[in-house]
């Protein structure tokens, strides 16, 4: 099993479309999580950070799910500008950050 | 302005040429990394640091190597025992767990 899973799409949505992502991983002792934006051609940028308790900023929402291993990311009234690749990426204290392998969004007027 | 450089952006290597990325980062983050990223595929780990005199391989480690002489500064080293290295090259740094990226290096073999 890989340690970080993602499926990798495309997600084809229309504008205003709610879309979901789903991330799950291996290591139950991982500590740190988030979702990054990769734009093509270009290095990744952080999105937002995960936390057990949920979070939100804007359109873009985050959970933790630690008992069943994944995390998420929904985003909502999608915007042509949010067409990108979203990766997950999981952290433990002391070792490297572990990237998947994206998932493709592209909105679509 | 805090921020981590990577240079040069394009790079063309010879055949049996090594050649060495640079990476350096002024946000006083202990730990660096270097990924590789091939077109449509994610990004796979070829070594990490998490302080300085310290390094780990990562999933990709042969026909690279590293240093970590100075806290600010990772480069990577691309060998000639590396037999496929054109590829998007990703540096980054963290404190703790949120990376930050370069604009990463873009190596080509000609």
């Known amino acids: 099993r890989k340690e970080v899973e993602q499926d990798p799409g495309p997600f084809n949505v229309p504008e205003g479309a709610t879309v979901a992502f789903n991330c799950t991983y291996s290591?139950?002792?991982?500590?740190?999580f988030f979702w990054y934006r990769q734009d093509c051609r270009k290095e990744p940028k952080l999105l937002m950070s995960v936390y057990s308790s949920g979070n939100e900023d804007g359109r873009f929402t985050a959970q933790l799910n630690r008992a069943s291993q994944y995390i998420s990311l929904l985003i909502r009234d999608s915007k042509l500008s949010d067409s990108a690749t979203y990766l997950c990426v999981v952290n433990q204290a002391g070792t490297a950050l572990i990237f998947g392998k994206g998932t493709t969004l592209s909105v679509s007027s | 302005d805090g921020g981590i450089t990577q240079s040069p952006k394009y790079l063309f290597r010879k055949e049996g040429q090594n050649v060495t990325l640079s990476c350096e980062q002024n946000?006083?983050?202990?730990?660096m990394y270097w990924y590789r990223q091939d077109p449509g595929q994610g990004l796979r780990l070829i070594y990490y640091?998490?302080?300085?005199?310290?390094?780990q391989k990562g999933d990709i480690a042969e026909g690279y190597s590293v240093s970590r002489e100075k806290k600010e500064s990772f480069p990577l080293t691309v060998t000639s025992a590396q037999k496929n290295p054109t590829a998007f090259y990703l540096c980054?740094?963290?404190?703790?767990?949120?990376?930050?990226f370069g604009q990463g290096t873009r190596l080509t073999v000609v």
């Open positions: 946000l006083n983050h202990d730990a």
């Open positions: 290591n139950s002792a991982s500590q740190s």
């Open positions: 980054a740094s963290s404190h703790p767990g949120q990376a930050f």
């Open positions: 640091s998490q302080i300085v005199n310290d390094f």
